[in-house]
């Protein structure tokens, strides 16, 4: 499997595809090698004020194409991406790290989100209220308008096929701006929606200087609606821009998961599945498993058999063979590790496994387990965003809720216990978004996904996440 990222990379505004010329350069990096592979365009304000005039000319004719007409267009996506998933796949590996299996798998997944939204659609039902006779009342559904999206490096399609997704199957144009660091596979994503026949403009792609841009679009009375992945400062600063327009906002924003492991759980069950999502995609997850509160009866057996479960965990150059874990995406996340774990050793943690940059010029670190971990620990509150497992014991039910409940944070919770008095406790009381409970699956695509408290607001995929790109409209008729 050989490396085959393009030396320049190209916008897409306005139907067109656009080269760097003597725009602004960004240097876009392979994280195994700390090397430079790419230039990316950054667009100007002139390349922004084209793609906003073109969202506003395309957003009626998207709108009014007949919604079996835009799912087909939606599905034909899908069955591209499926057939350059491998293509795709690799460019991920090559620009954030993550292993080629687990890229390959992010897009063909992506694709299926296009499918479920091309279905959603057709199903988008409004109400006919009860009136007398001559009268009606409805309650229509409508597309929102032209949308701007930002997406993260850390899914560099999958988080951006969801904004896409949900808002091409309403009826909306978008633009989108995904992470600098991660842009030929959303690029490629962008050209699957072109081939499968998006008119002009529906759907664009820009980067640049992230807080120029969004500025820019947000400003804009033509933008009618924000969504944006990405971290909690991030978020509260582009909803504060959205307010000068009063633009609708989706915001998915950072988690710092907690898991209740229970005396009575299925330990082995427990033990497979959260020490095989912890390192995936090297902890760079917004729904990752960060806080383990594991009940006294079982923390030391608990404790040592993760340990070795994350021992085995192999980490390499994500195009390699039975490689589990890549390197982190970029120089601020080994960084970020090293501070937190540090802290944490500092206030009397013990590291059982990993804590330390592995030695090479990517950004590798190796797979972490901490023990014992205080609460006045800085990783027991700030989402670590890297391959660590933060443990301390509990006793009683109360106790791990109100440890889950104790941060401005809610996006996802875990839970293993086998009593469904337990179950149905914490999946009432925990405050979070999503809460799974003897299995890891929090993003199934039918299904609502996002935040509460400063995670975030609004939901992505499924029927709410359809909604969230149309506003409601009641018309009244005598
Ligand atoms: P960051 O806050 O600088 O950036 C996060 C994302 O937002 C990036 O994709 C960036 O390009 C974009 N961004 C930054 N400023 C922006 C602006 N003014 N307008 C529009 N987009 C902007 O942080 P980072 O160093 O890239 O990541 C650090 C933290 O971000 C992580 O620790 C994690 O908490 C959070 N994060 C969350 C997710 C998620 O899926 N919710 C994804 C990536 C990062």
């Known amino acids: 499997m050989s490396n085959t990222y393009p030396p320049t990379l190209q916008l897409h505004i306005d139907g067109e595809w656009i080269d760097l010329a003597d725009r602004d350069v960004h240097h876009v990096v392979n994280p195994a090698t700390g090397k430079t592979i790419s230039d990316l365009p950054k667009a100007n304000i002139a390349d922004l004020d084209r793609a906003l005039d073109a969202a506003d000319r395309a957003f009626p004719v998207w709108r009014d194409t007949p919604v079996n007409e835009r799912a087909a267009i939606l599905r034909k996506a899908a069955e591209l991406m499926r057939e350059r998933a491998p293509e795709i796949g690799r460019l991920m590996t090559a620009e954030q790290g993550k292993p080629f299996g687990q890229a390959a798998g992010e897009v063909t997944g992506s694709a299926n989100l296009f499918d479920t939204m091309a279905e959603e659609a057709k199903r988008c039902y409004g109400r006919v209220l009860v009136r007398p006779t001559g009268q009606q009342s ?203 774990i540090g802290d944490a050793k500092a206030k009397g943690a013990t590291v059982r496994l990993g804590g330390e940059a592995i030695d090479g010029d990517g950004y590798f670190y190796s797979p972490t387990v901490l023990t014992d971990v205080p609460l006045q620990a800085d990783i027991m509150s700030s989402e670590p965003f890297g391959p660590v497992a933060a443990m301390r014991p509990f006793d009683t039910l109360d106790e791990a809720i109100e440890q889950a409940n104790r941060l401005p944070l809610g996006l996802a919770a875990y839970a293993f216990t086998e009593s469904l008095r337990t179950a149905n406790i914490v999946g009432d009381m925990i405050e979070a978004g999503m809460v799974a409970i003897n299995n890891m699956t929090i993003s199934p695509g039918d299904a609502p996904f996002g935040g509460v408290k400063e995670s975030g607001h609004g939901s992505e995929d499924g029927p709410d996440g359809l909604k969230a790109y149309m506003v409601t409209k009641a018309i009244h008729q005598s």
Not at 169 to 188: F, N, Q, V, W, Y
Not at 214 to 229: E, Y
Not at 269 to 286: F, H, I, P, T
């Open 138 to 340: 409805f309650v229509k559904y409508q597309p929102v308008g032209p949308v701007a999206a930002f997406s993260p490096w850390n899914f560099p399609v999958f988080t951006p096929a969801r904004k896409l997704a949900a808002a091409l199957a309403a009826g909306c144009s978008i633009i989108l701006k995904p992470a600098e660091e991660t842009p030929a596979s959303a690029i490629e994503m962008i050209r699957c929606l072109v081939d499968a026949g998006l008119p002009s403009g529906v759907v664009q792609v820009v980067f640049g200087d992230p807080a120029e841009v969004s500025s820019h679009l947000i400003a804009s009375k033509i933008i009618r609606k924000v969504s944006f992945t990405g971290s909690v400062p991030v978020g509260k600063h582009l909803m504060k821009l959205a307010t000068e327009n009063m633009q609708r906002t989706t915001m998915e924003l950072g988690g710092h998961a907690p898991v209740l492991v229970f005396d009575d759980c299925d330990m082995g069950k427990a033990l497979d599945l959260l020490a095989m999502q912890k390192y995936r995609n090297a902890g760079q997850v917004c729904v990752s498993p960060t806080r383990f509160y594991v009940q006294s009866g079982i923390y030391e057996k608990f404790a040592e058999e993760f340990t070795k479960r994350a021992k085995k965990v192999q980490v390499g150059e994500g195009f390699g063979d039975n490689i589990d874990m890549g390197p982190l995406a970029n120089p601020r996340r080994p960084e970020a590790m090293e501070q937190l």
